[in-house]
Every structure is written in C-alpha cells, then in structure tokens.
C-alpha cells in the first residue's frame, strides 16, 4: 500500500519537477550562465580579498530566476515547498541507482499530455543549477566551470 501511495505522490509530483526542466527555463538558465561566464574567468584583483561585488549581485540574479519559477509551479501544481523539497531527495537516491539515460521514476515519457520525461542526466543538472540558486560556493562553482568552457573555446573573458 506505502508503495502505491509513493508511486501515486511520484506521479503528482512529476509535473512539478518538469517545470524546472522544461525547454523554455533550461534555456533561460543555459543563457544566463553564458551571458554571464566572462565576469567568472578570473577572480579578484591581486591583493584583495573577499568576491567582486559583482559575482554577488548575479548569485541574486540567478536566485530570483530560480524563484520567479518555482512560484510559477507552485502555483500551478499546487505542491508545497516540502513537498518538492522532500520529492528531490527522493528523485536524488534513486537517481544514483541508475545510468544518465534512463528515466526518472514517475517522470517517463508521455502521450498523454505529451511530454519526453526527465533522464537522469537532466536530473543531475537541473539539481546542479538548483543547488546554485541556494549556495554561493556552488553558484561560484557552476559559474567558473562555464567560464572554463568560455576559456576552452576562446571566446575572451572581459
């Protein structure tokens, strides 16, 4: 019975996570990181201590992207903050049971609403870029590996 209950919160769920991995908001957060990546490719001035001003100011950027859509799905599926909270930690320990190509359970492909499902591998990133908006140390992690492709590409840093 517990396991059905679980399959049927997992089923629930599933649309609410979907709404952070959805196209439009993963490129939003694709085309911040990208816009952004330059500001990260070195890091203070010689001498100074602390963060630029600046990394600070774009970690309340990123943070308000990221709040902006969870009140959107919120809102729209009607789920608690404990509830996604709680979801992810679950969705978390699965994911680590599986390969970066399958699926999420309860997140599978569908026709009905049409929807392609969440891998693993979307998963990990979408946590990734969550745990970004909450932690500065990850935001500055996230930011420097993408200024690091920026660098491998030589596009200059400015």
């Known amino acids: 019975m517990e396991e059905a209950a679980r399959c049927q ?8 996570l979907k709404g952070f991995c959805e196209e439009p908001f993963t490129r939003e957060v694709q085309n911040f990181l990208r816009r952004h990546a330059a500001d990260f490719c070195r890091g203070g001035k010689e001498g100074e201590s602390g963060y630029p001003l600046r990394w600070t100011e774009l970690h309340s ?18 789920f608690s903050l404990h509830d996604f909270h709680q979801h992810l930690s679950d969705l978390s320990e699965a994911a680590r049971t599986r390969t970066s190509e399958d699926f999420l359970p309860g997140c599978g492909p569908s026709y009905i609403p049409p929807a392609p499902g969440i891998k693993v591998a979307e998963f990990w990133s979408f946590l ?11 935001f500055l992690e996230v930011m420097q590996r993408e200024a690091g492709k920026v660098q491998e590409v030589k596009i200059p840093c400015v």
């Open 9 to 16: 919160v997992d089923w629930q769920l599933a649309p609410f």
């Open 61 to 78: 950027d990123y943070i308000q992207l990221f709040e902006r859509q969870l009140k959107s799905v919120v809102q729209e599926e009607g």
């Open 128 to 138: 990734d870029a969550l745990t970004a908006s909450t932690d500065f140390a990850h």
